[in-house]
C-alpha cells in the first residue's frame, strides 16, 4: 500500500518534531523528544506551524509537549493572526489550540514525579484535537500510558508508522 498524500504531511511535520528533538541537550535520565503543533489553514492540505518545542528547552525538567503549548500560549495577538490570517481578529490563542494538533516523536507522558503536569493532561486540557505520534515511549523509566489518557479524554490518537526507530534512537540519546 502505498502513502497518501496526507501521509506524507502527517510524516513532514513528524520529521520537524525529529528536528527539534535533536536540539535536545541530552540527559541519562530522561528521553529528548519533539513536539510540533499545527493549526489547519482552511482550503489547504497544509497546515500552519503554531509552536515548537523540545525537551528541556524551558526551564526546569521540562518536556517537548509542554513547552510547544507553553511557547503558543505565549505568541502576541499579532503573532497568531501571522500564523492564522483568515482567523477572525478576536481570535484567541486557546480558541487556535482547540483547532491545533499536536505531532510529537514520542508519546506523551501520562505521570510525572516532578510535580509539573504530565504532557497527556496538558494536551487535555488544551482540548487539542489529534496527537500523531512518532513512537511509543518505552518503560525505560515509567509505564506510559499517555495515549490511552488521551484517548479516554476524547483526543484522536494518530500513531505514525515509518520513522519509529529514528524517533526511538534520538530519544535514547543521553543512555
Ligand atoms: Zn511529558
Given at each position: 500500500?502505498?502513502?497518501?498524500s496526507?501521509d506524507e ?12 528533538a535533536?536540539?535536545?541537550?541530552p ?7 519533539g ?6 489553514q482552511?482550503?489547504?492540505?497544509n ?24 511557547k ?6 499579532a ?31 501520562s505521570v ?10 496538558a494536551v487535555i ?8 505520534i512518532g ?16 484517548k479516554?479524554a476524547?483526543?484522536?490518537v ?11 534512537e ?6
Open positions: 500500500m502505498s502513502a497518501t496526507e504531511t502527517h510524516l513532514m511535520y513528524l520529521h520537524l518534531a525529529l528536528d527539534e535533536r536540539k535536545c541537550v540527559s541519562p535520565t530522561a528521553f529528548c523528544v513536539a510540533v503543533l499545527t493549526v489547519r482552511p482550503g489547504e492540505c497546515a500552519a506551524v503554531l509552536s515548537t518545542g523540545y525537551s528541556r528547552e524551558l526551564p526546569g525538567n521540562t518536556h517537548a509537549e509542554a513547552n510547544a503549548l507553553a503558543a500560549r505565549q505568541l502576541t495577538s503573532e497568531l493572526q501571522q500564523i492564522m490570517p483568515y482567523a477572525a481578529s478576536h481570535t484567541t490563542i486557546d480558541d487556535a489550540l482547540s483547532q491545533a494538533d499536536i505531532y510529537t516523536t514520542m508519546e506523551p507522558c510525572r514525579t516532578s510535580g509539573l503536569a504530565p504532557c497527556a493532561d486540557s488544551a482540548r487539542i484535537r489529534r496527537c500523531f513512537v511509543g515511549e518505552p518503560d525505560d523509566f515509567v509505564r506510559c500510558e499517555g495515549a490511552e489518557k488521551l479516554a476524547g483526543v484522536e494518530i500513531w505514525l508508522s515509518g520513522l519509529e526507530k529514528e524517533c526511538l534520538v530519544a535514547r540519546a543521553g543512555r
